[in-house]
């Protein structure tokens, strides 16, 4: 048996986020969240009894003690992090109501996990495991970053573990063509391929709705899963077990972040439970869930998702 059932790396950020109805150049307040893609799925997968590893670069100091201490607190495994001096990355976050949209800032310059190398981190540890969790958001930073999650995916298929990829393109972190440039090697190597109907558009050149892009990605790639969502309009999935079209409920929301990485970390306890399409349906309520709190991490229990929803106080 291996020692983790999914292990990722990626940077330890805090989030910065503005109260609703004000704007970072004028608020008096901010809220503080640890944050990050992988260490969300992680963190997740930990609430829902999975052994999971995070790996990261992380300072020391106060706003790095509050990120370990939020995952760590949720079962993760942050034995694999290397500490050092320096500085912590930061997001800040204007909420927005429409007509405006939400806007992210960062600032996420001249952190040490920038400067990663393969040689950073212990992967005889960390691909004792039945999944690599990987994102473009982490290749997006540098050419160090890049080159290290293009070498930790090959390695894993070498060493024939699993990967799993969330291409989340940030579009104020790279351009499509290098994502494009930089992704496209590695999904020979990729089992579960997780990209919005949008990031197929705009990083794979695809066209077509959500379905038809959703279906043109396994059909290209040759991938056993692919999960995409398209907003509000639906989620979708493609792959050995067949396809289906999921609907989306619109639920009142709180806080956004982190909804996409509940929705992966669902679908990847389906995905370890040999069951993707039901994975995703767990993924979609967790989502919905992570719509409620403040927060990148969705805080949750297995109970809680078999909860019939409701208004009234639970007794």
Same mark, same amino acid.
């Given at each position: ?7 990722? #790396? ?43 590893? #995070? ?18 607190? @949720? ?5 694999? &992090?290397?500490r050092?001096? +320096?500085?912590?990355?930061?997001? $800040? ?14 600032d996420?310059?001249?952190?040490? $996990? ?13 691909l004792?495991?039945?999944?690599? $969790? ?16 293009? #070498?930790?995916v ?24 290098r ?16 990209c919005?109907?949008?990031? +197929?558009?705009?990083? #794979? ?10 279906a ?18 639906? &989620? ?6 067949g ?7 619109? @639920?009142?929301?709180t ?7 509940a929705? @992966?970390?669902?679908?990847?306890? +389906?995905?370890? +439970? ?7 349906? $767990?993924?979609?309520?967790?989502s919905?869930?992570?719509?409620t ?14 909860t ?8």
């Amino acid at each position: 048996m291996t020692a983790y059932d999914l292990t990722t #790396f990626g940077e330890a950020q805090i989030r910065l986020t503005v109260p609703k109805g004000d704007r970072l150049a004028t608020c008096r307040d901010l809220r503080v969240t640890p944050a990050g893609s992988e260490a969300n799925v992680a963190g997740l997968l930990a609430q829902l009894g999975r052994r999971t590893a #995070f790996a990261s670069v992380i300072p020391h100091g106060d706003l790095a003690q509050r990120f370990i201490d939020e995952y760590r607190g @949720v079962g993760v495994d942050l034995s694999h &992090c290397v500490r050092c001096e +320096g500085r912590m990355a930061l997001y $800040f976050m204007e909420p927005g109501d429409p007509p405006l949209p939400a806007r992210v800032v960062y600032d996420r310059l001249y952190t040490k $996990f920038r400067d990663i190398a393969p040689e950073t981190f212990d992967w005889d540890a960390l691909l004792d495991t039945r999944v690599l $969790f990987v994102t473009g958001i982490t290749a997006a930073l540098t050419e160090n970053t890049e080159r290290t999650v293009a #070498f930790a995916v090959r390695e894993a298929a070498r060493r024939g573990v699993k990967v799993a990829l969330d291409v989340n393109y940030r579009s104020l972190l790279w351009t499509a063509e290098r994502a494009r440039a930089a992704l496209e090697p590695l999904l020979e190597h990729v089992s579960a391929l997780f990209c919005s109907r949008l990031d +197929g558009v705009k990083v #794979f050149g695809m066209q077509g709705d959500g379905p038809t892009v959703n279906a043109a990605l396994r059909d290209r790639y040759r991938l056993d899963h692919v999960v995409s969502t398209d907003s509000t309009a639906g &989620c979708y999935y493609a792959g050995v077990e067949g396809q289906r079209i999921y609907d989306i409920e619109p @639920v009142r929301v709180t806080d956004r972040p982190g909804a996409g990485d509940a929705l @992966v970390g669902g679908a990847l306890h +389906g995905y370890l +439970g040999g069951n993707v399409m039901e994975g995703v349906n $767990f993924g979609l309520r967790t989502s919905k869930l992570a719509l409620t709190h403040h927060g990148d991490l969705t805080h949750v229990t297995p109970g809680e998702l078999q909860t019939p929803v409701s208004a009234d106080i639970l007794r």
